[in-house]
């Protein structure tokens, strides 16, 4: 199963210029943490898709809100010239994409 299979939404965007974040919601606690226990939900499984060290991610949860929010350093700043997202909204595909 994907992350995408389990969230209820899963969504990114800048958190200034340098930071992407994404929140992950799900719709009870046991979503949220077969995810956090997943061997697959790790810095350094994200670090590999979105080419950042893993001490550069962090995974950051919200039980009483049954979410989960990952930040990390965008690839290049937004609005730079190499930018193809100045939002940051498209990012968080590779993240869904996890086998849980």
């Known amino acids: 199963m994907q992350l ?7 969504r990114s965007k800048n958190a200034g210029p340098f930071t992407l974040t994404m929140d ?16 697959a939900f790790t810095s350094q499984t994200i670090s590999k898709l979105y080419q950042v060290r893993p001490e550069e991610v962090r995974i950051i949860p919200f039980e009483a809100i049954l979410a989960v929010k990952v930040s990390l350093p965008r690839f290049v700043g937004s609005g730079a010239p190499t930018d ?3 939002y940051g909204a498209q990012q968080h595909f590779p993240l869904g994409n996890i086998e849980i």
């Not at 995408?4 to 899963?10: E, K, L, M, P, T």
């Not at 992950?24 to 061997?39: E, G, H, Q, R, Y």
């Open 4 to 10: 995408y299979d389990i969230a209820r939404v899963i």
């Open 24 to 39: 992950l919601f799900f719709t009870d606690i046991t979503a949220l943490k077969k995810v956090l226990n997943s061997p």
């Open 84 to 86: 193809r997202d100045v």
